[in-house]
């Protein structure tokens, strides 16, 4: 009965030993959890502290600015001023450019997907009117802009010279591109071609001085006749009167329709050129 009652004993004494060592370790854990929480309300006063400071010496700083005229200049001290007084909306700068880009997106999307290459917009009917003012305003401001290089050569040309035609006969092929039949004629034409009978007699389109007389190439026999910044040329001939250097007058004879080069039948093969670009003789030149 001895042994039982103490081992009785025994097991009630290590149980609130345990009880103990448990209500210990709990509030050792409530301690250390308010001690945490105390350290975080200490850093964030920390920081608060700081920011005030910091804002504070900011203050300062832009006070010492605006009134000390010894240390800073009048200058400098007025455009800190005009700085400090801007108001800028954020937000409504923002959606400005929002809108802005919305719009450019709005009109390009209007515009056919085939018309746009290049540097040409074609009109469709089914663009609104805002669009139209928008894409048409640019490109025509005025009527000389509206025409191209070729024309306004020509326009040159006409105003500046006097050109009458070099031969009789029937015009084959104009300037610009065209379809031919045969693989040694070129797609693009750089003249105009007047067809008539070999030995025609051809007559200088205006003064000036032969700069080139030759046989060689695809002109065949040519000559050129330069008069400021206007060339002519006069190609496939069958004989040439002059040589290089000479001084030409307007209506002379200097050369007869042949069929030497590059053709496919006696024809006068005729360009205009302004600092060496091709004009469309038909712009100016009658050859009805």
């Not at 854990?29 to 850093?43: F, W």
């Amino acid at each position: 009965m001895v042994d039982k009652a103490a081992n009785y004993e025994e097991r009630i004494r290590r149980a609130e030993e345990i009880y103990n060592r448990r209500r210990n370790n709990i509030r050792t854990n409530d301690y250390a959890t308010l001690n945490i929480s105390g350290k975080k309300d200490i850093k964030l006063f920390k920081r608060m502290f700081i920011q005030i400071i910091i804002c504070l010496a900011i203050y300062f700083g832009v006070y010492i600015i605006q009134n000390n005229n010894y240390i800073f200049s009048e200058s400098f001290i007025s455009k800190t001023k005009e700085i400090l007084s801007y108001d800028i909306n954020v937000s409504n700068l923002t959606e400005g450019v929002l809108q802005y880009i919305n719009n450019i997106k709005d009109v390009q999307s209007m515009i056919p997907e085939q018309y746009r290459e290049k540097d040409e917009i074609k009109i469709d009917s089914t663009l609104n009117n805002q669009a139209l003012l928008l894409i048409e305003e640019p490109l025509y401001t005025n009527e000389a802009s509206s025409l191209s290089q070729v024309e306004e050569d020509a326009k040159f040309i006409k105003e500046n010279y006097s050109l009458i035609k070099p031969v009789e006969g029937v015009v084959s092929s104009g300037f610009g591109s065209r379809n031919p039949t045969t693989p040694t004629v070129p797609k693009y034409h750089t003249g105009i071609d007047i067809a008539n009978v070999i030995g025609t007699k051809i007559i200088a389109a205006m003064e000036g001085e032969v700069t080139q007389v030759s046989s060689t190439g695809a002109y065949g026999n040519h000559l050129r006749i330069k008069n400021g910044e206007i060339v002519t040329l006069y190609a496939h001939c069958s004989k040439i009167y002059v040589k290089e250097g000479d001084k030409i007058s307007q209506g002379q004879e200097i050369a007869e329709v042949g069929d030497t080069g590059n053709v496919t039948g006696p024809h006068l093969h005729f360009e205009i050129r302004r600092n060496n670009e091709f004009v469309d003789p038909a712009y100016v030149i009658d050859f009805e």
